[in-house]
C-alpha cells in the first residue's frame, strides 16, 4: 500500500511536470482510454481468470480502483510523453523494451508483502507481463497516433471552414 500511495503521488506529479507534448484533450483521451481498457482487462484476467489481484482476491477493492484510476494514466501519459515519435525503429524498439523493463521491475515492487506491496499472483507470472506489455505500450502508441490524427483533420477542416 505503501508503494501505491508514493508511486501515485510521484507519478502523477512527474507527468504533469514533464509533460511536453500533451495537450488537454490528449490528456484526457489517454486518461479514459487507460482506464476503460485496464477495467477491461483486470475484469478478464482478475475477476474472471483470477490470474492476479489488488489487494483481495474475489472482491472489488476500493484501494484496487485507485491502481486503476489514478496510478496507470500518468505513467501512459509519461511514456508517450517521451516517446521518439521521430525516431528510428531501432530507438523506438529500444524505448519500448526500456518501459517494459521498467514495468516488469515496478510489477516486482508491488509482489512485496504488506504493507508495501499490494499486487499479487494467482496464475499470472512475471514472463506473461513481459509478453503482454510491449503489445498494451503498442496498442496506447496506436490510440495516440489516432488521436493526433483525428486533431489534426479537425484543425484543417476548422482552418478551411474561416
Same mark, same amino acid.
Given at each position: 500500500?505503501?508503494?501505491?500511495?508514493?508511486?501515485?503521488?510521484?507519478?502523477?506529479?512527474?507527468?504533469?511536470?514533464?509533460?511536453? %507534448?500533451?495537450?488537454?484533450?490528449?490528456?484526457?483521451?489517454?486518461?479514459?482510454?487507460?482506464?476503460?481498457?485496464?477495467?477491461?482487462?483486470?475484469?478478464?484476467?482478475?475477476?474472471?481468470?483470477?490470474?492476479?489481484?489488488?489487494?483481495?482476491?474475489?472482491?472489488?477493492?476500493?484501494?484496487?480502483?485507485?491502481?486503476?484510476? %489514478?496510478? %496507470?494514466?500518468?505513467?501512459?501519459?509519461?511514456?508517450?510523453?517521451?516517446?521518439?515519435?521521430?525516431?528510428?525503429?531501432?530507438?523506438?524498439?529500444?524505448?519500448?523494451?526500456?518501459?517494459?523493463?521498467?514495468?516488469?521491475?515496478?510489477?516486482?515492487?508491488?509482489?512485496?508483502?504488506?504493507?508495501?506491496?499490494?499486487?499479487?499472483?494467482?496464475?499470472?507470472?512475471?514472463?506473461?507481463?513481459?509478453?503482454?506489455?510491449?503489445?498494451?505500450?503498442?496498442?496506447?502508441?496506436?490510440?495516440?497516433?489516432?488521436?493526433?490524427?483525428?486533431?489534426?483533420?479537425? %484543425?484543417?477542416?476548422?482552418?478551411?471552414?474561416?
Amino acid at each position: 500500500m505503501i508503494i501505491l500511495i508514493l508511486s501515485i503521488i510521484s507519478f502523477n506529479i512527474i507527468c504533469f511536470k514533464t509533460n511536453r %507534448v500533451l495537450n488537454i484533450n490528449k490528456i484526457l483521451h489517454i486518461w479514459m482510454f487507460t482506464m476503460a481498457f485496464q477495467f477491461l482487462f483486470d475484469l478478464l484476467i482478475e475477476f474472471k481468470l483470477e490470474g492476479y489481484w489488488y489487494f483481495s482476491k474475489g472482491r472489488i477493492d476500493w484501494l484496487g480502483f485507485l491502481a486503476r484510476t %489514478v496510478l %496507470v494514466p500518468p505513467v501512459n501519459m509519461m511514456y508517450i510523453n517521451f516517446y521518439p515519435l521521430n525516431g528510428g525503429i531501432r530507438e523506438k524498439g529500444l524505448y519500448i523494451i526500456f518501459w517494459s523493463a521498467g514495468i516488469l521491475t515496478y510489477e516486482l515492487i508491488t509482489l512485496l508483502p504488506a504493507p508495501w506491496g499490494y499486487f499479487h499472483y494467482g496464475w499470472w507470472k512475471l514472463g506473461y507481463s513481459a509478453i503482454v506489455d510491449p503489445i498494451l505500450l503498442f496498442i496506447l502508441l496506436m490510440y495516440f497516433k489516432l488521436i493526433c490524427s483525428i486533431e489534426l483533420k479537425m %484543425v484543417l477542416k476548422k482552418q478551411h471552414l474561416e
